[in-house]
């Protein structure tokens, strides 16, 4: 079953996150394909993710890339990286408590044909920030996507909400979003990276948050 996933971490410059993220989930999937890519990091988490690697070689890649291309287009080169039909994103500052979560959603995309991805959904406007009405996403930071469908739809981006045109153009075409209780599996604590580092949005971030506020 295992062969059809593989497991994607992105990590910018928060080694002792990335640290249990990665070994929470080999506790429970010590032989699940993993993906480790590095977002341009100055510090340690070279030689952190470097040993995550030597804990399981066999079944981990690394991918380091020279600059900080942010959290969206490092999930974009990712699905243009592997090979496997089903990708499972788990963000830096997840923390996996208990299994099953893998084999259910799986379970749950191959029966049918037209599902694009499974997770928490949750409801954004249109400038990506939660609301009562409007897109139906998945909150990326633990969801799973079928690869083959994600070439045909706009790719994930650097906002607040990286899958957001993404999503909205999958449901024009008449692809599904599964809901699934993974919070029940995963401990995602929330702006681990964002905290620290910030989004790099810049000024149209801020026009963004302050267009939000009143309601633009």
């Given at each position: 079953m295992f062969d059809k996933v593989r497991t994607v971490v992105i990590n910018y410059q928060t080694p002792d996150l990335i640290k249990i993220a990665v070994e929470s989930l080999r506790k429970f999937y010590p032989s699940v394909k993993l993906l480790i890519i590095d977002n341009g990091s100055k510090d340690?988490?070279?030689?952190?993710?470097?040993?995550?690697?030597?804990?399981?070689?066999?079944?981990?890649?690394?991918?380091?890339?020279?600059?900080?291309?942010?959290?969206?287009?490092?999930m974009d080169k990712a699905l243009k990286t592997v090979y496997e039909e089903y990708v499972f994103f788990l963000d830096s500052d997840a923390e996996v408590k208990r299994g099953g979560f893998l084999e259910a959603m799986l379970d749950e995309m191959e029966k049918d044909k037209n599902a694009y991805g499974i997770g928490r959904m949750q409801i954004v406007n249109k400038r990506g920030f939660p609301a009562e009405e409007g897109i139906t996403v998945l909150v990326p930071a633990y969801m799973m996507i079928r690869r083959s469908y994600y070439s045909d739809l706009p790719p994930f981006e650097h906002h607040g909400m990286p899958v957001l045109n993404n999503f909205i153009s999958a449901n024009e075409k008449g692809l599904r979003l599964i809901s699934f209780p993974i919070e029940q599996y995963i401990d995602h604590k929330w702006r681990g990276t964002a905290s620290r580092y910030g989004y790099g949005l810049g000024l149209k971030g801020k026009i963004d948050y302050v267009l939000n506020k009143i309601g633009l």
């Amino acid at each position: 079953m295992f062969d059809k996933v593989r497991t994607v971490v992105i990590n910018y410059q928060t080694p002792d996150l990335i640290k249990i993220a990665v070994e929470s989930l080999r506790k429970f999937y010590p032989s699940v394909k993993l993906l480790i890519i590095d977002n341009g990091s100055k510090d340690e988490s070279k030689a952190v993710i470097e040993r995550l690697k030597g804990e399981c070689p066999d079944e981990t890649d690394l991918l380091f890339l020279n600059k900080n291309c942010f959290h969206g287009p490092a999930m974009d080169k990712a699905l243009k990286t592997v090979y496997e039909e089903y990708v499972f994103f788990l963000d830096s500052d997840a923390e996996v408590k208990r299994g099953g979560f893998l084999e259910a959603m799986l379970d749950e995309m191959e029966k049918d044909k037209n599902a694009y991805g499974i997770g928490r959904m949750q409801i954004v406007n249109k400038r990506g920030f939660p609301a009562e009405e409007g897109i139906t996403v998945l909150v990326p930071a633990y969801m799973m996507i079928r690869r083959s469908y994600y070439s045909d739809l706009p790719p994930f981006e650097h906002h607040g909400m990286p899958v957001l045109n993404n999503f909205i153009s999958a449901n024009e075409k008449g692809l599904r979003l599964i809901s699934f209780p993974i919070e029940q599996y995963i401990d995602h604590k929330w702006r681990g990276t964002a905290s620290r580092y910030g989004y790099g949005l810049g000024l149209k971030g801020k026009i963004d948050y302050v267009l939000n506020k009143i309601g633009l």
